[in-house]
C-alpha cells in the first residue's frame, strides 16, 4: 500500500480527481444550465493532456494568471470557472499570450503561439482549475439547418450595438472596441458568447441557446458570403461615414474636375 | 438730391492715381481655328462619343432582359456583387456621359470661342417710374377711400386676417392628440415578468449569471405573445418598456437604492437614453459601463446608472424587481418616474394631466 | 509698351475687342462669327403660330443671345441644379412601387436574411425596389447618390458665392433664396433618409423626437402633433413622404425657378480681369456654345451619378434591417448634411440640463438642435446685409472678388467653416475612433476644445495668407514675375532676372478697391447740412466692426507706386545702366528699354522692406 500522499501523486489519482470533479462538474453545470450544450467535453481528454497543458501554463501564461491560474491582481483575472471555451477563443484567436499590455487585446492570426493540440492542452488544464464553459459541440457550429432570418433578429437585439449590424464593429469607451466579426471562425463567435471575453458580456445558454447562436453565425457567415453584395463596393460598411468620403473626396472632386475641364479654352 | 446718390461709391479712391481697364486681350485661335485637320479630328472625336453613347443605350436594353438579375460575380476592387445591377448602371452611365463629354467637346473645340459683351444696366428703376408707381399706388388708396374710411380698412383688414384661421386650425388640431399621460406611464407593473427579448421567454434569477446581459421586454409585450398585440402598441411598447438587466457583485454596488431594488445583485435599468432616447444598449462587463451609440453618453452600472461621460444629465431609471413563486424574476412596481428623454413638464405631471381628474 | 489708357465703358470695350479681332484674325476661320447665319435665314414656320400667340420670337431673341461667363467655378452651383433634377426624376420612379406605410407586414421576398421577419410596408417596399423590381437599387442608388451630390453642390457652390462676394448687392435676395433652398434641402434629405424606416434611419426620428420633446413649454405638444401622438406613432412616415414627395420638393422647385430668374435679370457676375468691368458681362451666348456646355454638363453629372450608383453602395438597408425601437446598431449617423447637428447634441455636456420652478430646461438637447439648426441657416442669411452694414457700401457690384482681395471676409468664411467642421466631425467621432484606434472619450473632449480654439487659428492662418498672397500680388506688380533664371554680373553679384507683367495680366492684380474703415473715412458722420451727427449707440458697434474688417488692408500698386518702383529698381538693382547691359548680354529679355520693361532683383539684400 502507498501512503496517501504518494496516492494523490500518482496520475491515476489526478484521473479520479478530475473524473469526481468532472462529475461535480457536469452535474452542477447541467443542473445551473438545462440546455447547457454537449460540448467536446474535457472528460475527453487524458491526464497527460492536463499535465502538458499546465506545463504550457506554467511557461507562458502563470505571469499574469498565477500558477494556478488564480489570477494576479490587476493584471490578469483568475481563470477558474474560465473554462476550455475561453482558453480555445483566447489563444487560437492570437489574443492570449498578451503581447503587450494595452486597452485590448487584439485578434491576430499571425500571433496563434501554439498548434490545435497544445491549445486542447491547455483548455485540459484551466478546465480542471474549476467549471467553465465547454468548446461548443461541432452541431452548433456547422450551421446545418439554421434559420438565418431569426439570426439576424437576435443578432440585432443582442449584438449590433456593438458590432454594427453589418458586422464590422464598432468603438467602445476609452479606446476599447468590439471587433470586425467578418471572417471569424464559427466556434470561436460562439465561444465568444458563451464566455464573454473582455467587455463583452456573456450571453449564457439561457439566454441566447445554442440554436439562437448558431442562428446567429448563419446571419454573420450570410452576411460574409454574399448577404451585402448588392449595389457596388460597400466602402468598409460604415453607413453615412463612408457615403460622406466618398461623395466629399472622389464623388464631387470628379464632378469639379470636370467643370474646369468644361471651364478651359481649348488649345 | 441726387438720384444717384445710392450709387455713389462709399469708399472711392482718388481715381486719377488707378491704373485703367486695358480692354480684352486680342483673340488667340485655337488648333481647330486654324488647322482643318485638328477640326476633323474633333469632328470624329465628338461623333465618337455620341456613338458610344447610342452604343451603351442598347447595350443597357439588351442587358436589361438578357442578364440574370441574381446573376453575381466579382470584380476587382469591389469583391463580389450582383452584376446585373453594376451592368445597368454603367450602361447607363457611358449612354450619359457619351453625350454630355461629346456636347462640351464639341463646344470646345468647334463652336466659337469668341466672347461676347453684353451691357449691364443698374437694377434700379429710373426716378421716373418710382414717381409713376407712387402715384398709382396713392391713386388705389384713395380711389378706393382707404383713406377716408378706415372702417373698410379694419374690416377688409381683420376679414383677410382670420380667413386663414378655418384651414389652418383644423389641420394642426387634427395632427395628433395632445400630449397627456403617457410620458409617465409604461407597461410595467407589480408582478409583470420580464422576458427575454425577442424570444419571450421568461428568466430565473440563476439563469442571470455574472457578465451576462439580457436584453427584456415585459410578459404579454414580446415573443408570440406581442403577435395578438395591436402593432401600434407592440411598436409604442418596444420604444418604451425596454429594459436591459445584468448581474453585478453586490460588493461592487455602490447604491443602496439599486441593491434594493435589485436581486441578489440582479438589476433592472430602463434602455431608453435619457438623452434623446436611443436604446443604451452597449454593456462593457468589465468596467460595468452602459454607452449609447448615438451620442456617447456613458451610465456607471455600479452607481445607479449615473451619467460619467457624455451629454446625457440623468441617470437611467431603474426598474424594481425581485422573484415571484415560479423563481421568475418579476418587476416590483412600475418605473417610478418617466422613462426616456427629458421633457419640460416631466417633473410636473400636473401640467399635462390636471384636466383629466 | 506703356500703359494702355483705354476709358471704361462697355461700348469702348467693345470696339477695341472687335479691332484687336481683326488684327489678329489672320488665317480663315471655320468657326463661327456673328453673321455667320444665312442672310436669308426665316423665323421658322413651325413656330410662327406659337409667336403668334405667345409672342415666342422676342423672347427667343432675348434669351438665345443672353451672355453667360464662362468660369468652372460657376458651374458648381450647376451640379446642385442638376442633380435636385436627377433626384426629381429618380425619385418619380421611386415612388411607383414605394408605400409609405408604418402597416405591419412580414416579409416574403428574395432577401434570404430578413425571410419572416415583421416590417414595415415602407421597409418591405424599400427591399421590394431594390431586390424585385429590375433596375429598381440603381434607382434608388441614383436617388440617394444624386441627393447627397445636390448638397455637396449647394454648399461648395455657396462657397463659391461667398468667398468671391458675389452675394453683395444687388444679388442679396438670391442669397437668401439659396439659403433657404439649402435649409429645404437638408430638411428634404432628412426626410428622404427616414423613410425606409430601416434600424438606421428609424434611429434617426428616435433623435428627431427626443430633440423635439426638449423644446421647453411646447416640446411634448409638438412631438405628439408631428408623430400623432406617442413615438413611434403610425403616422410618421406618412407625414415625411408627403413633405419629401409633394410639399418640399414643390418650394424647392418654386424657389429655383426664383433663383434662377434672380441670376438672369442682373445678368451673371463675372470676375475682374481686363475687359470686364462692372457694366458689363462678357462670354459665352445661350446659342449655341452656353446651351452646349451647360446642357452637356447635365449629362456629364447625370453619367457620373450612374457609374457611382453602379459601382458603390449607399445605404444598404437590408443590412440595417427594420427599424425596432429596443434595437440599435454601432455607428448611428445621419447623412453628412445633418453632422453638425448630431455633433453638437455629442458635444454638449449634460449639465447644460436644469430644473426650474419644477420645469426641465434640456439645454444640451436644445442647443443643438432647435436652436442650433435655425441659427446657421439665419447666420448665412443676414451676412450680406451685415457685411454691407460694416462696409457702408451702397454700390452694385457685379465684378467678383478675389478671396485675397477681401482677406477678412474669407477668414471669417474659413473659421466658421473649421467650427462647422469640428461639429460634423464629432458625429462621426465613433467612427474616427476606431479607424484612428483613439479613444472615443478622448475625441469627443478633444472637438469639445476645439470648437473655441480652432475657429481662433483658421481665422488668424487665413487673413495672414490672404495678407501675403495680395503682397505677393503687389511684388509680382511692382517688380515683375520671377522668370527663375539668376544672372552672376561681372563683379560676382547675382541677380534673379524679373520679367514685366503685360497690362492684361496686371490688371488682373491692380483691379481691386480696398474699403478703409468707416471711423478713418471723413471724420465723424455729417448730415446733409454739414452739422456733426451724434455717434448712435450702433455706430461705435459699426466702426469697431468696420475696422476689424478692413484695418489691415492692403491696397492695389497705383501706376505713381509702379513709376516709383521703377525708378527705385534702376537705382538698386543696377547701379549704372552699363551694368544693366552687361546682364543683358548674359542672356536677359531682349527689351528695348532696359531698366524700364524689365527688371532685376538683387537676391542679397532685403531691400522691399
Same mark, same amino acid.
Given at each position: 500500500?502507498?501512503?496517501?500522499?504518494?496516492?494523490?501523486?500518482?496520475?491515476?489519482?489526478?484521473?479520479?480527481? !478530475?473524473?469526481? @470533479?468532472?462529475?461535480?462538474?457536469?452535474?452542477?453545470?447541467?443542473?445551473?444550465?438545462?440546455?447547457?450544450?454537449?460540448?467536446?467535453?474535457?472528460?475527453?481528454?487524458?491526464?497527460?493532456?492536463?499535465?502538458?497543458?499546465?506545463?504550457?501554463?506554467?511557461?507562458?501564461?502563470?505571469?499574469?494568471?498565477?500558477?494556478?491560474?488564480?489570477?494576479?491582481?490587476?493584471?490578469?483575472?483568475?481563470?477558474?470557472?474560465?473554462?476550455?471555451?475561453?482558453?480555445?477563443?483566447?489563444?487560437?484567436?492570437?489574443?492570449?499570450?498578451?503581447?503587450?499590455? %494595452?486597452?485590448?487585446?487584439?485578434?491576430?492570426?499571425?500571433?496563434?503561439?501554439?498548434?490545435?493540440?497544445?491549445?486542447?492542452? !491547455?483548455?485540459?488544464?484551466?478546465?480542471?482549475?474549476?467549471?467553465?464553459?465547454?468548446?461548443?459541440?461541432?452541431?452548433?457550429?456547422?450551421?446545418?439547418?439554421?434559420?438565418?432570418?431569426?439570426?439576424?433578429?437576435?443578432?440585432?437585439?443582442?449584438?449590433?450595438?456593438?458590432?454594427?449590424?453589418?458586422?464590422?464593429?464598432?468603438?467602445?469607451?476609452?479606446?476599447?472596441?468590439?471587433?470586425?466579426?467578418?471572417?471569424?471562425?464559427?466556434?470561436?463567435?460562439?465561444?465568444?458568447?458563451?464566455?464573454?471575453? +473582455?467587455?463583452?458580456?456573456?450571453?449564457?445558454?439561457?439566454?441566447?441557446?445554442?440554436?439562437?447562436?448558431?442562428?446567429?453565425? *448563419?446571419?454573420?457567415?450570410?452576411?460574409?458570403? %454574399?448577404?451585402?453584395?448588392?449595389?457596388?463596393?460597400?466602402?468598409?460598411?460604415?453607413?453615412?461615414? %463612408?457615403?460622406?468620403?466618398?461623395?466629399?473626396?472622389?464623388?464631387?472632386?470628379?464632378?469639379?474636375?470636370?467643370?474646369?475641364?468644361?471651364?478651359?479654352?481649348?488649345? | 438730391?441726387?438720384?444717384?446718390?445710392?450709387?455713389?461709391?462709399?469708399?472711392?479712391?482718388?481715381?486719377?492715381?488707378?491704373?485703367?481697364?486695358?480692354?480684352?486681350?486680342?483673340?488667340?485661335?485655337?488648333?481647330?481655328?486654324?488647322?482643318?485637320?485638328?477640326?476633323?479630328?474633333?469632328?470624329?472625336?465628338?461623333?465618337?462619343?455620341?456613338?458610344?453613347?447610342?452604343?451603351?443605350?442598347?447595350?443597357?436594353?439588351?442587358?436589361?432582359?438578357?442578364?440574370?438579375?441574381?446573376?453575381?460575380?466579382?470584380?476587382?476592387?469591389?469583391?463580389?456583387?450582383?452584376?446585373?445591377? #453594376?451592368?445597368?448602371?454603367?450602361?447607363?452611365?457611358?449612354?450619359?456621359?457619351? &453625350?454630355?463629354?461629346?456636347?462640351?467637346?464639341?463646344?470646345?473645340?468647334?463652336?466659337?470661342?469668341?466672347?461676347?459683351?453684353?451691357?449691364?444696366?443698374?437694377?434700379?428703376?429710373?426716378?421716373?417710374?418710382?414717381?409713376?408707381?407712387?402715384?398709382?399706388?396713392?391713386?388705389?388708396?384713395?380711389?378706393?377711400?382707404?383713406?377716408?374710411?378706415?372702417?373698410?380698412?379694419?374690416?377688409?383688414?381683420?376679414?383677410?386676417?382670420?380667413?386663414?384661421?378655418?384651414?389652418?386650425?383644423?389641420?394642426?388640431?387634427?395632427?395628433?392628440?395632445?400630449?397627456?399621460?403617457?410620458?409617465?406611464?409604461?407597461?410595467?407593473?407589480?408582478?409583470?415578468?420580464?422576458?427575454?427579448?425577442?424570444?419571450?421567454?421568461?428568466?430565473?434569477?440563476?439563469?442571470?449569471?455574472?457578465?451576462?446581459?439580457?436584453?427584456?421586454?415585459?410578459?404579454?409585450?414580446?415573443?408570440?405573445?406581442?403577435?395578438?398585440?395591436?402593432? +401600434?402598441?407592440?411598436? $409604442?411598447?418596444?420604444?418604451?418598456?425596454?429594459?436591459? !438587466?445584468?448581474?453585478?457583485?453586490?460588493?461592487?454596488?455602490?447604491?443602496?437604492?439599486?441593491?434594493?431594488?435589485?436581486?441578489?445583485?440582479?438589476?433592472?435599468?430602463?434602455?431608453?437614453?435619457?438623452?434623446?432616447?436611443?436604446?443604451?444598449?452597449?454593456?462593457?462587463?468589465?468596467?460595468?459601463?452602459?454607452?449609447?451609440?448615438?451620442?456617447?453618453?456613458?451610465?456607471?452600472?455600479?452607481?445607479?446608472?449615473?451619467?460619467?461621460?457624455?451629454?446625457?444629465?440623468?441617470?437611467?431609471?431603474?426598474?424594481?424587481?425581485?422573484?415571484?413563486?415560479?423563481?421568475?424574476?418579476?418587476?416590483?412596481?412600475?418605473?417610478?418616474?418617466?422613462?426616456?428623454?427629458?421633457?419640460?413638464?416631466?417633473?410636473?405631471?400636473?401640467?399635462?394631466?390636471?384636466?383629466?381628474? | 509698351?506703356?500703359?494702355?489708357?483705354?476709358?471704361?465703358?462697355?461700348?469702348?470695350?467693345?470696339?477695341?475687342?472687335?479691332?484687336?479681332?481683326?488684327?489678329?484674325?489672320?488665317?480663315?476661320?471655320?468657326?463661327?462669327?456673328?453673321?455667320?447665319?444665312?442672310?436669308?435665314?426665316?423665323?421658322?414656320?413651325?413656330?410662327?403660330?406659337?409667336?403668334?400667340?405667345?409672342?415666342?420670337?422676342?423672347?427667343?431673341?432675348? @434669351?438665345?443671345?443672353?451672355?453667360?461667363?464662362?468660369?468652372?467655378?460657376?458651374?458648381?452651383?450647376?451640379?446642385?441644379?442638376?442633380?435636385?433634377? &436627377?433626384?426629381?426624376?429618380?425619385?418619380?420612379?421611386? $415612388?411607383?412601387?414605394?408605400?409609405?406605410?408604418?402597416?405591419?407586414?412580414?416579409?416574403?421576398?428574395?432577401?434570404?436574411?430578413?425571410?419572416?421577419?415583421?416590417?414595415?410596408?415602407?421597409?418591405?417596399?424599400?427591399?421590394?425596389?431594390?431586390?424585385?423590381?429590375? @433596375?429598381?437599387?440603381?434607382?434608388?442608388?441614383?436617388?440617394?447618390?444624386?441627393?447627397?451630390?445636390?448638397?455637396? %453642390?449647394?454648399?461648395?457652390?455657396?462657397?463659391?458665392?461667398?468667398?468671391?462676394?458675389?452675394?453683395?448687392?444687388? =444679388?442679396?435676395?438670391?442669397?437668401?433664396?439659396?439659403?433657404?433652398?439649402?435649409?429645404?434641402?437638408?430638411?428634404?434629405?432628412?426626410?428622404?433618409?427616414?423613410?425606409?424606416?430601416?434600424?438606421?434611419?428609424?434611429?434617426?426620428?428616435?433623435?428627431?423626437?427626443?430633440?423635439?420633446?426638449?423644446?421647453?413649454?411646447?416640446?411634448?405638444?409638438?412631438?405628439?402633433?408631428?408623430?400623432?401622438?406617442?413615438?413611434?406613432?403610425?403616422?410618421?412616415?406618412?407625414?415625411?413622404?408627403?413633405?419629401?414627395?409633394?410639399?418640399?420638393?414643390?418650394?424647392?422647385?418654386?424657389?429655383?425657378?426664383?433663383?434662377?430668374?434672380?441670376?438672369?435679370?442682373?445678368?451673371?457676375?463675372?470676375?475682374?480681369?481686363?475687359? =470686364?468691368?462692372?457694366?458689363?458681362?462678357?462670354?459665352?451666348?445661350?446659342?449655341?456654345?452656353?446651351?452646349?456646355?451647360?446642357?452637356?454638363?447635365?449629362?456629364?453629372?447625370?453619367?457620373?451619378?450612374?457609374?457611382?450608383?453602379?459601382?458603390?453602395?449607399?445605404?444598404?438597408?437590408?443590412?440595417?434591417?427594420?427599424?425596432?425601437?429596443?434595437?440599435?446598431?454601432?455607428?448611428?449617423?445621419?447623412?453628412?448634411?445633418?453632422?453638425?447637428?448630431?455633433?453638437?447634441?455629442?458635444?454638449?455636456?449634460?449639465?447644460?440640463?436644469?430644473?426650474?420652478?419644477? $420645469?426641465?430646461?434640456?439645454?444640451?438637447?436644445?442647443?443643438?438642435?432647435?436652436?442650433?439648426?435655425?441659427?446657421?441657416?439665419?447666420?448665412?442669411? #443676414?451676412?450680406?446685409?451685415?457685411?454691407?452694414?460694416?462696409?457702408?457700401?451702397?454700390?452694385?457690384?457685379?465684378?467678383?472678388?478675389?478671396?485675397?482681395?477681401?482677406?477678412?471676409?474669407?477668414?471669417?468664411?474659413?473659421?466658421?467653416?473649421?467650427?462647422?467642421?469640428?461639429?460634423?466631425?464629432?458625429?462621426?467621432?465613433?467612427?474616427?475612433?476606431?479607424?484612428?484606434?483613439?479613444?472615443?472619450?478622448?475625441?469627443?473632449?478633444?472637438?469639445?476644445?476645439?470648437?473655441?480654439?480652432?475657429?481662433?487659428?483658421?481665422?488668424?492662418?487665413?487673413?495672414?495668407?490672404?495678407?501675403?498672397?495680395?503682397?505677393?500680388?503687389?511684388?509680382?506688380?511692382?517688380?515683375?514675375?520671377? $522668370?527663375?533664371?539668376?544672372?552672376?554680373?561681372?563683379?560676382?553679384?547675382?541677380?534673379?532676372?524679373?520679367?514685366?507683367?503685360?497690362?492684361?495680366?496686371?490688371?488682373?492684380?491692380?483691379?481691386?478697391?480696398?474699403?478703409?474703415?468707416?471711423?478713418?473715412?471723413?471724420?465723424?458722420?455729417?448730415?446733409?447740412?454739414?452739422?456733426? =451727427?451724434?455717434?448712435?449707440?450702433?455706430?461705435?458697434?459699426?466702426?469697431?466692426?468696420?475696422?476689424?474688417?478692413?484695418?489691415?488692408?492692403?491696397?492695389?500698386?497705383?501706376?505713381?507706386?509702379?513709376?516709383? *518702383?521703377?525708378?527705385?529698381?534702376?537705382?538698386?538693382?543696377?547701379?549704372?545702366?552699363?551694368?544693366?547691359?552687361?546682364?543683358?548680354?548674359?542672356?536677359?529679355?531682349?527689351?528695348?528699354?532696359?531698366?524700364?520693361?524689365?527688371?532685376?532683383?538683387?537676391?542679397?539684400?532685403?531691400?522691399?522692406?
Amino acid at each position: 500500500m502507498s501512503s496517501p500522499a504518494a496516492l494523490r501523486r500518482s496520475p491515476l489519482a489526478l484521473l479520479v480527481v !478530475l473524473f469526481l @470533479g468532472l462529475c461535480f462538474t457536469g452535474t452542477a453545470y447541467a443542473a445551473l444550465q438545462p440546455s447547457a450544450a454537449p460540448g467536446t467535453s474535457a472528460a475527453t481528454m487524458s491526464a497527460e493532456d492536463v499535465a502538458a497543458g499546465k506545463k504550457l501554463f506554467l511557461g507562458n501564461c502563470a505571469t499574469c494568471h498565477g500558477t494556478n491560474g488564480e489570477g494576479v491582481d490587476p493584471i490578469g483575472p483568475s481563470l477558474v470557472g474560465a473554462g476550455a471555451a475561453a482558453v480555445d477563443f483566447q489563444v487560437s484567436t492570437g489574443r492570449m499570450p498578451l503581447p503587450a499590455p %494595452g486597452v485590448q487585446a487584439d485578434r491576430n492570426a499571425s500571433q496563434v503561439k501554439f498548434s490545435e493540440e497544445e491549445i486542447s492542452q !491547455l483548455a485540459a488544464y484551466v478546465d480542471s482549475l474549476g467549471p467553465g464553459p465547454d468548446v461548443p459541440a461541432a452541431e452548433y457550429t456547422d450551421l446545418q439547418g439554421a434559420d438565418i432570418a431569426a439570426g439576424g433578429a437576435a443578432y440585432r437585439t443582442n449584438c449590433a450595438m456593438c458590432h454594427n449590424s453589418s458586422g464590422t464593429g464598432g468603438a467602445l469607451t476609452r479606446g476599447k472596441y468590439a471587433p470586425t466579426l467578418m471572417g471569424v471562425e464559427p466556434q470561436h463567435i460562439y465561444e465568444a458568447m458563451l464566455t464573454g471575453p +473582455q467587455s463583452m458580456p456573456v450571453f449564457n445558454d439561457n439566454n441566447l441557446t445554442p440554436q439562437d447562436k448558431e442562428n446567429i453565425i *448563419a446571419f454573420l457567415k450570410n452576411m460574409e458570403e %454574399g448577404g451585402n453584395s448588392y449595389g457596388g463596393a460597400g466602402i468598409g460598411s460604415y453607413g453615412p461615414a %463612408g457615403d460622406a468620403l466618398f461623395v466629399w473626396t472622389l464623388g464631387i472632386g470628379t464632378l469639379i474636375a470636370l467643370a474646369v475641364w468644361i471651364g478651359r479654352k481649348a488649345a | 438730391m441726387s438720384t444717384h446718390h445710392d450709387n455713389l461709391p462709399a469708399t472711392a479712391e482718388p481715381a486719377e492715381d488707378r491704373f485703367t481697364n486695358p480692354g480684352f486681350p486680342p483673340h488667340t485661335p485655337r488648333r481647330s481655328d486654324v488647322d482643318e485637320r485638328a477640326a476633323r479630328r474633333a469632328s470624329v472625336q465628338v461623333v465618337t462619343l455620341f456613338t458610344i453613347s447610342a452604343l451603351a443605350s442598347i447595350a443597357f436594353l439588351v442587358a436589361y432582359y438578357a442578364i440574370d438579375p441574381e446573376l453575381k460575380g466579382s470584380i476587382i476592387g469591389i469583391g463580389e456583387v450582383n452584376l446585373f445591377h #453594376v451592368v445597368l448602371g454603367l450602361t447607363m452611365g457611358l449612354s450619359l456621359l457619351g &453625350i454630355g463629354l461629346g456636347a462640351v467637346h464639341w463646344a470646345k473645340t468647334l463652336m466659337p470661342d469668341e466672347e461676347s459683351v453684353e451691357e449691364r444696366h443698374t437694377m434700379a428703376s429710373a426716378q421716373e417710374d418710382r414717381d409713376a408707381v407712387g402715384r398709382q399706388l396713392s391713386h388705389g388708396w384713395r380711389s378706393t377711400h382707404l383713406n377716408r374710411r378706415s372702417a373698410l380698412l379694419g374690416s377688409a383688414g381683420g376679414a383677410l386676417g382670420l380667413f386663414a384661421l378655418p384651414l389652418v386650425v383644423p389641420v394642426l388640431a387634427g395632427l395628433g392628440p395632445r400630449p397627456r399621460g403617457e410620458l409617465y406611464t409604461t407597461n410595467w407593473e407589480a408582478g409583470k415578468r420580464l422576458m427575454i427579448d425577442p424570444s419571450g421567454a421568461p428568466i430565473r434569477a440563476a439563469d442571470v449569471t455574472q457578465g451576462s446581459v439580457f436584453h427584456v421586454m415585459p410578459d404579454g409585450f414580446v415573443g408570440a405573445a406581442a403577435h395578438e398585440l395591436d402593432p +401600434q402598441d407592440m411598436m $409604442t411598447s418596444k420604444a418604451k418598456d425596454q429594459v436591459i !438587466l445584468v448581474k453585478l457583485d453586490p460588493a461592487k454596488i455602490k447604491s443602496q437604492k439599486q441593491r434594493d431594488w435589485g436581486y441578489d445583485g440582479i438589476v433592472a435599468y430602463s434602455k431608453v437614453c435619457t438623452h434623446v432616447g436611443c436604446p443604451v444598449a452597449l454593456y462593457e462587463q468589465q468596467t460595468h459601463h452602459l454607452l449609447c451609440p448615438c451620442h456617447q453618453s456613458t451610465f456607471d452600472m455600479t452607481d445607479d446608472c449615473k451619467v460619467i461621460f457624455g451629454p446625457a444629465k440623468r441617470p437611467l431609471p431603474q426598474l424594481p424587481i425581485t422573484v415571484d413563486d415560479e423563481g421568475y424574476i418579476v418587476a416590483v412596481d412600475g418605473f417610478r418616474e418617466p422613462i426616456g428623454p427629458s421633457f419640460w413638464e416631466r417633473k410636473r405631471p400636473g401640467i399635462l394631466m390636471e384636466d383629466e381628474g | 509698351m506703356s500703359t494702355n489708357h483705354v476709358p471704361q465703358g462697355a461700348g469702348h470695350l467693345r470696339a477695341e475687342t472687335a479691332t484687336a479681332g481683326a488684327a489678329t484674325a489672320t488665317a480663315p476661320q471655320p468657326g463661327w462669327s456673328p453673321d455667320q447665319g444665312s442672310k436669308d435665314a426665316t423665323f421658322p414656320k413651325a413656330l410662327v403660330g406659337v409667336d403668334e400667340r405667345l409672342g415666342a420670337a422676342k423672347m427667343m431673341r432675348w @434669351g438665345l443671345g443672353k451672355v453667360f461667363p464662362d468660369h468652372w467655378s460657376f458651374l458648381l452651383g450647376e451640379i446642385a441644379m442638376y442633380s435636385m433634377i &436627377i433626384a426629381l426624376i429618380t425619385g418619380t420612379f421611386l $415612388t411607383l412601387w414605394f408605400v409609405p406605410s408604418m402597416g405591419h407586414v412580414v416579409y416574403d421576398g428574395s432577401y434570404v436574411p430578413l425571410k419572416g421577419v415583421a416590417m414595415s410596408e415602407a421597409y418591405a417596399s424599400t427591399l421590394d425596389i431594390s431586390f424585385e423590381v429590375k @433596375g429598381g437599387l440603381l434607382i434608388r442608388q441614383l436617388h440617394h447618390w444624386s441627393a447627397l451630390f445636390f448638397i455637396v %453642390g449647394i454648399a461648395v457652390h455657396a462657397a463659391r458665392v461667398f468667398f468671391t462676394g458675389a452675394f453683395r448687392k444687388p =444679388r442679396e435676395i438670391n442669397w437668401v433664396i439659396g439659403v433657404v433652398m439649402s435649409l429645404l434641402a437638408c430638411i428634404e434629405g432628412f426626410a428622404g433618409y427616414s423613410l425606409p424606416d430601416d434600424l438606421l434611419s428609424g434611429t434617426g426620428i428616435r433623435a428627431m423626437n427626443g430633440f423635439m420633446m426638449s423644446a421647453p413649454v411646447i416640446g411634448t405638444w409638438m412631438t405628439f402633433f408631428v408623430f400623432g401622438g406617442e413615438f413611434p406613432g403610425e403616422s410618421i412616415i406618412t407625414r415625411l413622404y408627403i413633405a419629401h414627395v409633394l410639399l418640399i420638393p414643390a418650394i424647392l422647385v418654386g424657389l429655383f425657378v426664383a433663383h434662377l430668374i434672380l441670376i438672369v435679370l442682373p445678368k451673371h457676375t463675372q470676375y475682374p480681369g481686363p475687359g =470686364r468691368t462692372n457694366d458689363n458681362v462678357a462670354g459665352f451666348p445661350v446659342m449655341p456654345v452656353y446651351a452646349a456646355k451647360a446642357g452637356g454638363f447635365f449629362f456629364v453629372v447625370f453619367g457620373i451619378t450612374a457609374l457611382v450608383s453602379a459601382l458603390v453602395q449607399i445605404n444598404p438597408v437590408w443590412v440595417f434591417g427594420p427599424y425596432d425601437p429596443t434595437q440599435v446598431t454601432a455607428g448611428s449617423q445621419p447623412d453628412f448634411y445633418m453632422w453638425f447637428s448630431d455633433g453638437a447634441l455629442r458635444l454638449l455636456p449634460g449639465w447644460l440640463e436644469f430644473e426650474l420652478w419644477g $420645469t426641465t430646461w434640456s439645454f444640451n438637447i436644445f442647443l443643438g438642435s432647435l436652436l442650433l439648426l435655425p441659427l446657421v441657416w439665419l447666420i448665412l442669411g #443676414v451676412y450680406p446685409f451685415v457685411e454691407a452694414w460694416i462696409t457702408g457700401d451702397k454700390r452694385e457690384h457685379h465684378l467678383l472678388q478675389r478671396p485675397r482681395n477681401a482677406p477678412v471676409r474669407t477668414a471669417v468664411g474659413m473659421a466658421a467653416i473649421s467650427m462647422y467642421l469640428v461639429l460634423a466631425l464629432a458625429c462621426i467621432n465613433d467612427i474616427l475612433a476606431i479607424k484612428l484606434h483613439l479613444s472615443i472619450n478622448d475625441l469627443t473632449i478633444l472637438f469639445r476644445v476645439l470648437f473655441f480654439v480652432l475657429p481662433v487659428v483658421v481665422f488668424f492662418v487665413v487673413k495672414r495668407l490672404c495678407l501675403s498672397l495680395q503682397r505677393h500680388d503687389r511684388e509680382t506688380v511692382l517688380h515683375g514675375w520671377e $522668370t527663375g533664371r539668376v544672372v552672376r554680373t561681372e563683379e560676382g553679384r547675382f541677380f534673379e532676372v524679373h520679367a514685366p507683367l503685360d497690362e492684361y495680366t496686371r490688371w488682373s492684380l491692380v483691379e481691386y478697391e480696398t474699403p478703409r474703415p468707416l471711423g478713418q473715412l471723413d471724420g465723424a458722420p455729417t448730415d446733409e447740412h454739414g452739422v456733426r =451727427r451724434p455717434a448712435g449707440p450702433l455706430t461705435g458697434l459699426r466702426n469697431a466692426l468696420s475696422s476689424f474688417y478692413y484695418k489691415d488692408s492692403i491696397t492695389a500698386v497705383t501706376p505713381s507706386e509702379l513709376a516709383a *518702383a521703377h525708378h527705385h529698381g534702376e537705382h538698386e538693382a543696377l547701379e549704372t545702366p552699363e551694368e544693366a547691359a552687361r546682364i543683358d548680354q548674359h542672356g536677359a529679355p531682349v527689351s528695348e528699354a532696359p531698366g524700364d520693361d524689365y527688371y532685376t532683383k538683387g537676391l542679397k539684400a532685403g531691400r522691399h522692406s
